[in-house]
C-alpha cells in the first residue's frame, strides 16, 4: 500500500447549542476560560463587551448572539477563543472549546443550499467525518456585518 | 562588503545632509553673497556624495557630483547666485530627497534626472540654462583646470579667502596647520585611506585647502602623498598619533602654518584695496562674523555630541510598553496594600510609586522629539507655495526646538501642512492687493510653538487678510451648518471657527493648494482626536492666529475614575474643571435639557448612565448627585455619575481594529485589579 498524500486542514472545533464549528488553527491564538468582561456602551448586542487579555483590550463577540442561538447561561463549560484576522483580534464566546482535528481538504464541502437557520450567511463550507458534521465559519463574515 | 548594516545609517545621514542643503539654500536666497553659507551646502553635498559612492547608489552620487560642481563654482565666484540657479539646485536637492526616501523604502535609489544634471552641467558652464550648451570650450577650459591643478600639486597656496579664514582662526587662538600625509608605497586602497584621514581631521577640525583637490584624491589621482591645511585646537602631536592611527600610513608631518605668511599677504591685499573697498567692508564683516558663527556652531554641536548616542527608536518604544506594564501593577499593588492597610507595606509601596513617577518623566522625555522633525519642511514647501502663488512670503519659525512626544510629533505634520497652506493660499494677498491696502508687499507667516504648563502650544499666524465674517455666516447659512437664528448668537470666535466645520470652503475658486473644503475639517478631528484643541483668533484686513493645544504625551495620562452602578469610567483630568455633590433641588429644567446653576453659569448635565445605558438594578432615587464638571473649549457640562474614585495616572489603550468608532469612548484602560475600564471622551459630550 502506498502511503497517498492527502492535504489537511487543522481546525479547533467548538460547540454552540447542538451543533459543532470549526474555525483554522491559524487563526486561532488561544482558548481562554471566561473572565470579567467590561461593557462596551452603544455597540451591537452581540458585542459583549471587552476584556484585557494579558495587557492587551480585546473585543469579545458572542457567537450565539451573532447566530440568532438563544442565549444561555454561563457555564463552566463555556470558553473564548481569540481569533486573529487581518490585524484583528477578537474573542469568541462559545459553549466548549474541545478538540483540534486534522480534516482532509476532499471532505470539505460547499455550503449546503438549504440549511434553514440564521447563521447560513457566516458559513464557508461543511465536513463530514464519520459520524460529524463540522460547519466552518467564514471569519470575515462573521466579523464584518 | 555587507553594506546592510549601513544602510539606515547611511539613510538618516544622507536625510540630515539633504535637510542641512535645503535650509542653508533658503538661507543662501536670502542672502545671496554669503559664501560661508555656499561652503556648508558644498561640505554636505560632498559629505553625501562620498557616502553614496560608498553605497553603491550610483545616480545619487552622481547628481550631488554635478551639483556639487555648480556649488564649487559659485564658491569661486565663477557664477553669480540668482533665482534660477537656485531653482535648479532646489530641484537637485529635491530629486535627491526623492532618491534617498526611495533607498529607504527598499528601492535601489535610481531615478532618471537627465534633464536637471543638463541645467546643472550649462549653469556650470556659465551658460542660461535656456541654452544648449556649447561643450567643446568647456572641454578646454576644463583641461586648463586640470594642468593648472597638476602644476600646483604638493604645494598648497591660498587664495584670498582662505588667507583670511587662516588669519580669523588663528587669531581666535585656533592652529592652523600644513599636514603632509605619506601613505604606504603598497597602500591598494588609496581613497579608502583618504577619506579614514579626512575623517579624523574634519573631526579635530576644519580642513581648509587640500592637495590634490579632494575629488583627485578621491579617484586616486596622486602618487603617495598628500596636504592639506587643517584648522584646529587640537596640537599637532596628537594629531599626528591620530593619523598615524590609520593603518597604511607611512608618514605624517604637520607644520605650523607661520602667521607672517597668509599675515604679511592679506594685510598688502588687504591694505592695497583698502581704499577701494570702504563702501565693502560692512558686508565683508558681515561674511567673517557669519563663519566665525558657524565655526562656533560646529564647535557646539561636537561638544554635544559626545554627550549623545542613537538609541533606535523600536527600543525606545519597547522600554515605554514594559514601563506600561509596570504603571498597571503599580496601581494593583496601590490598591492591594490599601487593602492589607500594612504601615511598612504602605510606606515602600508610597516610595516606589514615587520613584516610579521619576522614572515616568525620564521615560517620557526621553521619547520626545523636537517639533523641528515636523517644521523643517516648511520653509520648502512655502517658498514653492509663494512661487507657484506668485506671492511674496516670508516664514518666520519660532521655537523649533519645543519638544513633544513621539506619539504626537506622528500625528502633528499633516494637520499642520493642512493650516500652512490655508494660509498662504486664503490668508496672505497677493502682492498687488497687499500694497493696494498699504500693507508691505512681503507677507509674514510666523509658526511658533512653546511649551505651557502640560500643553504644547502651536500657533500660525499671518499677516492676511483675515476672515471675513460676514461672507463666513452667509457661507455657513447657506451649507446649511448653523441656522439663521443661533446665527445671531454666535460670538465672533465661534464664526471663525465655522470654517473648521465640514463642508466649509470659502475660496471662490477651488485650489489645488487648499480649498476643497475637506482640510480644515480633518484637521479639526486629527487634533482632537490627539486631545487637543484648536481655536482661531482673527481681525479683518490684519490677520488671523490659528492656535493649537496639544497634550505633552498620550501614552500615559492623568483621569479621574467614576463609578456607575458597578462599571467604572475614566475622565481625562485635561477636560476636567472641578468635581461638586449637587441637589435635586438644584436642578433646573430649561427646554428638556436638565441644566445647574454653577457659579453663575447655566451648565447642562448629561446623565453618564442614560448615555452609556447603564443597567440599573433598583431605582433608588437619591437625593445627592456627583457631578464631574467638565470643558470642551469654552462650553462647560456637567456628567453626572454615581461615585467618584479617585485620580490615577493610567496608560492609554485603544479598543483594537474590530471596535473603531465607538459613540463618547476614546479608548480603555486596565486598572489595577486587572479589569478593564472604558475612558471617557469628553469631546464628543459635548458638540
Request: some cysteine; overall charge negative.
Amino acid at each position: 500500500m502506498t502511503a497517498v498524500e492527502q492535504e489537511y486542514l487543522k481546525v479547533i472545533v467548538f460547540q454552540l447549542a447542538d451543533k459543532e464549528y470549526a474555525i483554522p488553527v491559524s487563526n486561532v491564538q488561544g482558548i481562554e476560560k471566561l473572565m470579567h468582561i467590561t461593557r462596551v456602551p452603544k455597540t451591537p448586542a452581540f458585542v459583549k463587551g471587552v476584556i484585557n487579555l494579558r495587557g492587551v483590550v480585546t473585543p469579545l463577540i458572542d457567537l450565539r448572539e451573532r447566530f440568532g442561538i438563544p442565549v444561555s447561561n454561563n457555564e463552566e463549560t463555556t470558553r473564548i477563543i481569540i481569533i486573529t484576522l487581518e490585524e484583528m483580534e477578537v474573542g469568541f464566546i462559545v459553549d466548549s472549546a474541545n478538540d483540534v482535528l486534522d480534516i482532509p481538504v476532499n471532505a470539505i464541502e460547499a455550503q449546503p443550499e438549504v440549511v434553514g437557520s440564521n447563521e447560513e450567511d457566516f458559513i464557508s463550507g461543511v465536513a463530514k467525518l464519520e459520524n460529524r458534521l463540522l460547519i466552518l465559519l467564514h471569519l470575515d463574515k462573521v466579523l464584518n456585518p | 562588503m555587507e553594506l546592510n548594516q549601513y544602510l539606515e545609517m547611511f539613510i538618516e545621514e544622507s536625510k540630515e545632509h539633504l535637510q542641512s542643503c535645503s535650509d542653508n539654500l533658503l538661507e543662501l536666497e536670502k542672502n545671496p553673497n554669503d559664501l560661508a553659507i555656499v561652503n556648508e551646502i558644498f561640505r554636505s553635498a560632498h559629505t553625501l556624495k562620498g557616502m553614496s559612492a560608498t553605497m553603491g547608489y550610483e545616480d545619487l552620487a552622481d547628481l550631488t557630483h554635478k551639483m556639487e560642481n555648480v556649488l564649487d563654482a559659485i564658491r569661486n565666484e565663477k557664477i553669480h547666485v540668482d533665482a534660477e540657479i537656485l531653482d535648479v539646485v532646489f530641484e537637485s536637492v529635491d530629486h535627491l530627497e526623492e532618491m534617498v526616501m526611495n533607498i529607504a523604502d527598499g528601492g535601489d535609489g535610481k531615478k532618471d534626472v537627465s534633464q536637471t544634471v543638463a541645467k546643472l552641467k550649462r549653469i556650470e558652464s556659465g551658460e542660461s540654462i535656456q541654452q544648449e550648451s556649447a561643450p567643446s570650450e568647456t572641454a578646454a577650459s576644463e583641461a586648463a583646470a586640470t594642468t593648472t591643478a597638476l602644476d600646483n600639486a604638493l604645494q598648497l597656496e591660498y587664495d584670498d579667502f582662505e588667507k583670511t579664514v587662516l588669519l580669523q582662526s588663528t587669531e581666535q587662538g585656533f592652529n592652523a596647520f600644513e599636514i603632509s600625509v605619506t601613505l604606504n608605497d603598497g597602500c591598494l586602497l588609496k581613497a579608502a585611506r583618504v577619506y579614514m584621514v579626512f575623517d579624523i581631521l574634519e573631526k579635530n577640525g576644519d580642513v581648509v585647502k587640500s592637495s590634490p583637490t579632494v575629488d583627485k584624491l578621491e579617484e586616486e589621482q596622486f602618487d603617495q602623498d598628500f596636504k592639506v591645511a587643517l584648522i584646529s585646537q587640537t596640537d599637532a602631536e596628537e594629531l599626528r598619533s591620530k593619523i598615524m592611527k590609520v593603518s597604511e600610513v607611512d608618514n605624517v608631518a604637520i607644520t605650523q602654518i607661520s602667521k607672517d605668511l597668509f599675515v604679511q599677504s592679506a594685510l598688502g591685499e588687504s591694505e592695497a584695496s583698502v581704499e577701494s573697498a570702504v563702501d565693502e567692508g560692512p558686508i565683508a564683516a558681515q561674511v567673517e562674523v557669519k563663519k566665525e558663527e558657524t565655526n562656533q556652531k560646529t564647535a557646539s554641536a561636537k561638544h554635544a555630541a559626545s554627550k549623545t548616542i542613537r538609541v533606535s527608536i523600536e527600543r525606545l518604544d519597547i522600554l515605554m510598553n514594559l514601563f506600561e506594564e509596570l504603571v498597571i501593577d503599580r496601581g494593583r499593588l496601590q490598591s492591594i496594600a490599601t487593602e492589607v492597610n500594612h504601615s511598612e507595606l504602605n510606606e515602600t509601596v508610597e516610595r516606589m510609586s514615587r520613584t516610579m513617577g521619576d522614572l515616568q518623566n525620564i521615560v517620557l522625555t526621553m521619547r520626545m522629539i523636537p517639533i523641528e522633525t515636523v517644521f523643517n519642511r516648511f520653509p520648502k514647501m512655502v517658498r514653492t507655495l509663494s512661487r507657484d502663488l506668485k506671492k511674496k512670503i516670508n516664514l518666520e519659525i519660532i521655537g523649533a526646538e519645543t519638544e513633544l512626544d513621539r506619539t504626537v510629533i506622528d500625528e502633528i505634520g499633516d494637520p499642520l501642512v493642512h493650516l500652512i497652506r490655508n494660509s498662504v493660499d486664503h490668508g496672505i494677498e497677493s502682492p498687488e492687493v497687499r500694497r493696494a491696502n498699504g500693507k508691505p508687499e512681503e507677507g509674514n507667516v510666523t509658526l511658533r510653538a512653546y511649551h505651557s504648563g502640560n500643553y504644547v502650544f502651536i500657533e500660525i499666524e499671518d499677516d492676511g487678510a483675515g476672515i471675513n465674517r460676514e461672507r463666513v455666516l452667509k457661507k455657513a447659512i447657506s451649507k446649511g451648518i448653523v441656522t439663521k437664528e443661533s446665527a445671531l448668537s454666535l460670538s465672533d470666535k465661534q464664526i471663525n471657527e465655522l470654517i473648521l466645520a465640514s463642508g466649509f470652503s470659502t475660496a471662490e475658486v477651488i485650489s489645488d493648494i487648499s480649498g476643497r473644503g475637506v482640510g480644515l475639517d480633518v484637521v479639526k478631528t486629527t487634533i482632537e482626536s490627539l486631545g487637543g484643541n484648536i481655536s482661531i483668533e482673527s481681525t479683518e484686513g490684519v490677520g488671523s492666529i490659528f492656535s493649537i493645544q496639544l497634550p505633552l504625551t498620550l501614552s500615559i495620562i492623568s483621569v479621574m475614575l467614576v463609578e456607575i452602578e458597578l462599571e467604572i469610567y475614566a475622565i481625562p483630568l485635561s477636560s476636567i474643571i472641578e468635581t461638586s455633590i449637587i441637589k435635586n433641588s438644584d436642578i433646573l429644567n430649561a427646554h428638556n435639557q436638565k441644566v445647574i446653576d454653577f457659579r453663575g453659569k447655566v451648565v447642562p448635565l448629561i446623565f453618564l448612565d442614560e448615555i452609556f445605558n447603564v443597567p440599573r438594578s433598583e431605582n433608588d432615587a437619591d437625593e445627592y448627585h456627583s457631578v464631574v464638571i467638565v470643558r470642551k473649549g469654552d462650553k462647560l457640562a456637567g456628567l453626572v455619575v454615581d461615585t467618584f474614585i479617585g485620580q490615577q495616572e493610567i496608560v492609554l489603550k485603544s479598543l483594537g481594529n474590530y471596535l473603531t468608532n465607538i459613540f463618547a469612548i476614546s479608548g480603555a484602560t486596565i486598572l489595577g485589579n486587572g479589569k478593564v475600564a472604558l475612558i471617557v471622551d469628553c469631546n464628543a459630550l459635548m458638540k
